[in-house]
């Protein structure tokens, strides 16, 4: 046998920076880049064909049979190396006997101890005395015996296991640990499995744990999750743990029974699948005997899409499946793994099949709505489509020669609805109606004339008969519309810097005649919100059941500040206002018409300074009274990752002739900002901090009208290099008059688990707080094996 020395080869690429604006985020150092021909894993059946390199000080033995290494030893074969300061060689059984400061690299995997006795080929064998640490968590513990059953499997023998990374200080200790009788690793599935375990966090025992899986990479894998468990004055002390098989690539499951000491028990499922032409989930709750309700409790969802262009082109099915038992579901049922529907009282099932191709498409929808009610606080119920028809069709621009954009849209829909006491709605009927639009836009450099043309037609057949009103109703309406304006540009500098300012006039004309709509129902249609869009529009509702008489013009103006290199926007301002001709009698019933003379006057300015900083503003302006009627400011500060502070102001005035009237006004607070040194120097995925990091994160809606906290988020989270801790308190305002106060804890040991008390406060943060980021959200990227080559 010949000693031959390995040499390794490593292109080390030229980084060449730019020169930074002081906008840009510093440019992270430079890095290896691998060699596309090195391969993170070898072919199984290449193995048995490497060669085998051996060195060492001293070699003694028979050629091809065996040999004795004294010395330095290394022994190389594709991805694994074992050094040792001794080793015995057999070549009929590939078996190595090392003894010294053994240590195996395989595939970047480290393995270090006493003695080792291993076949190579196989990876067979036991290593006494040894620790180890995976590439892939980076996590680590020691063992008295590691029992190496094939290339993937291995046992090993009263061990421990962290993801906590030494460092150089006396008497250190990891914050967490897992230490089990016995661990079984899979390479091939990337799980671990502990038996007879303990869990200690701050070296103390925290959970015991008889068996328990663990990820040894990011991989999905079946066990069970991290329970969660609540203290609750309804249901007493809550207990959810739930398990997660993964069935499939493209399937899985997460069953989770949740344990109600005033209640009962709670078994939750949810099936998740992804298919070629189809996929969806399935939820199901099923509670027995409910000793808060005394009944059966349960619920379910069922949600599908699927795509049926193998049957027809452009054919696609949808349709969502949801019921509960009763009224109080929503209010009973809170916490995670419960099936929860918080505040949730609208619930929705509907069908769809729709199709589209060429301009045109068609839907088929039946819509159906369970409404929960409370005495306290009824809602009227939605009306149900039973069924929905629809075809539209709005020529692509190659069949347009004259320069047209056209549109026509059918549709017949059956309304059907019952009142908050269980009756027939009045109002339950057939609605069918046809809308045609066409317009011709005129494009200039620097300016554009819109001319349009629309026609709403709709026919009501009504199933109960109501004073004054017909059976049946026809009505026809037209609209006539033309929208203007110009652009001017000149380049400008504000503070040194180069930008393109814009001056856009805008002018818009409506005329819509009155045609009395008051005995027809509402189905589907509101007031549309007053802006610096809308103002702009034909019709002041949404929907196809009010369209309103409008007569009038729109008077606008608008800036804009352009970068002058890419032309993004920085900043614009604008200006609008509406001059009535005529007044308005078409309504809902609940609003107030607009009468004849000029709206409120509408304010809008949005900056972005940098890429820190960025405020919008609206505000509306009665001229009557002149007082501001609305108004909405925020602004967000966002200097780098984990530090963003928003503010927002919102007034709103309930009538806008009276000066006394008050209505709403409220500031809203979010934050997530760093407390300490270690904190603020983070940036996603930079690895463990030699100090932990302190983070404050939270949100305040306070009421000024009210002179009240509406709602409350307010927590800390700590970083450690291998956990995070997050303490949160919420209270959020579920009625006029009643507020739900919970306090969330959370520890996750990262590499391994989560374990919570209470609801998940991490998915409170993500809904709550505005530009929340999660201190992992962007994890680096999985190593390579090179990186820890020897």
Not at 174 to 192: C, F, H, K, N, S
Not at 417 to 426: C, L, N
Not at 443 to 455: C, D, E, M, N, Y
Not at 754 to 780: C, F, I, M, N, T
Request: net charge positive.
């Amino acid at each position: 046998m010949r000693l031959r020395p390995l040499a390794l080869a490593c292109a080390f690429p030229v980084a060449v920076a730019a020169q930074a604006s002081t906008w840009d985020a510093p440019l992270p150092p430079p890095a290896l880049k691998a060699s596309p021909r090195l391969q993170e894993a070898l072919p199984a059946q290449t193995h048995s064909q490497l060669p085998t390199y051996i060195e060492a000080d001293r070699f003694e033995g028979q050629t091809d049979i065996r040999a004795r290494l004294q010395g330095h030893v290394q022994l190389r074969r594709g991805d694994t190396v074992i050094r040792a300061d001794q080793a015995d060689y057999t070549l009929a059984d590939d078996t190595v006997i090392a003894q010294g400061n053994v240590h195996i690299n395989r595939g970047g995997n480290i393995y270090r101890g006493t003695r080792l006795k291993l076949q190579v080929d196989a990876f067979q064998g036991d290593f006494t005395e040894a620790s180890y640490r995976f590439l892939d968590t980076q996590g680590h513990g020691d063992a008295q015996r590691v029992e190496f059953l094939s290339r993937d499997r291995t046992t090993v023998h009263q061990a421990s296991y962290t993801t906590c990374q030494r460092d150089d200080s006396e008497g250190w200790a990891p914050d967490w640990v897992l230490q089990a009788r016995r661990m079984e690793l899979d390479r091939a599935t990337d799980t671990g499995v502990a038996y007879g375990g303990v869990l200690k966090f701050k070296g103390v025992p925290i959970l015991p744990v008889p068996a328990v899986s663990f990820p040894l990479s990011d991989k999905r894998k079946s066990g069970l999750l991290p329970p969660t468990i609540g203290i609750d004055s309804v249901s007493g002390v809550e207990y959810a743990q739930p398990y997660y098989w993964n069935i499939a690539p493209n399937r899985d499951a997460t069953i989770t029974p949740t344990l109600m000491s005033k209640r009962g028990v709670n078994l939750g499922t949810e099936f998740r699948y992804l298919e070629r032409q189809f996929s969806g989930d399935l939820t199901l709750n099923y509670m027995p005997d409910d000793r808060l309700r005394e009944r059966d409790r349960w619920s379910y969802a069922w949600r599908n899409q699927a795509d049926l262009s193998p049957l027809l082109a452009g054919l696609r099915a949808d349709w969502k499946i949801h019921r509960v038992s009763d009224n109080d579901y929503w209010r009973d049922f809170s916490l995670p793994g419960s099936g929860g529907l918080t505040n949730e009282r609208l619930i929705e099932s509907h069908g769809a099949l729709s199709w589209a191709r060429d301009g045109h498409s068609l839907l088929a929808r039946a819509q159906k709505w369970q409404t929960l009610q409370d005495v306290d606080a009824p809602i009227t119920p939605p009306f149900d489509r039973l069924p929905q028809l629809q075809w539209r069709y709005t020529p692509l621009a190659l069949h347009n020669p004259l320069g047209l954009d056209w549109s026509l849209e059918a549709d017949t829909t059956r309304y059907r609805a019952r009142t908050v006491d269980g009756r027939q709605h009045i109002d339950n009927g057939q609605r069918s109606y046809f809308a045609a639009q066409v317009a011709r836009p005129f494009l200039r450099p620097g300016s554009f004339v819109t001319p349009k043309l629309q026609l709403h037609t709709a026919n009501y057949r009504f199933e109960n008969d109501r004073p004054g009103r017909a059976s049946s109703h026809s009505l026809a309406v037209p609209t006539a519309s033309l929208d203007s304006g110009l652009i001017f540009e000149r380049p400008t500098q504000v503070r040194g810097r180069s930008y393109v300012q814009t001056l856009e006039p805008r002018a818009f004309y409506t005329y819509t005649p009155y045609r009395d709509q008051s005995m027809l129902p509402l189905y589907d249609t509101a007031l549309s919100d007053f802006n610096l869009t809308s103002i702009y529009s034909e019709n002041s509702y949404t929907g196809h059941d009010r369209i309103a008489d409008n007569h009038m013009v729109t008077l606008g103006l608008t800036t804009r500040y352009l970068n002058a290199d890419t032309g993004a926007e920085v900043a614009r301002f604008g200006v609008a206002q509406r001059l009535r001709l005529a007044d308005q009698r078409a309504t809902l019933g609940y609003d107030a018409p607009g009468t004849k003379g000029w709206s409120d006057i509408l304010v809008g300015a949005g900056v972005k300074w940098g890429t820190r900083w960025a405020t919008d503003a609206l505000v509306q302006y009665n001229r009557d009274i002149q007082r501001t009627t609305r108004s909405a400011v925020t602004g967000r500060y966002s200097p780098g990752p984990f530090k963003v502070v928003s503010a927002a102001y919102r007034y709103q005035r309930e009538n806008s002739t009276q000066i006394a009237n008050q209505g709403s006004e409220q500031i809203d607070l979010g934050w997530q900002w760093p407390l300490n040194a270690a904190a603020r120097a983070q940036t996603p995925g930079n690895g463990p901090a030699a100090k932990g990091r302190w983070y404050s994160v939270g949100r305040l809606n306070y009421s000024l009208s009210d002179k009240k906290l509406v709602d409350t988020v307010i927590g800390f989270e700590y970083d450690s290099c291998c956990w995070i801790g997050r303490v949160v308190v919420e209270r959020l305002q579920n009625s006029v008059t009643r507020a739900n106060t919970r306090l969330l804890f959370q520890l996750e040991f990262v590499g391994f688990s989560r374990l919570s008390l209470g609801a998940d406060p991490l998915s409170s943060l993500q809904e709550h707080v505005p530009g929340y980021q999660s201190l992992r959200s962007q994890a680096p990227a999985a190593p390579s094996r090179f990186s820890n080559y020897d």
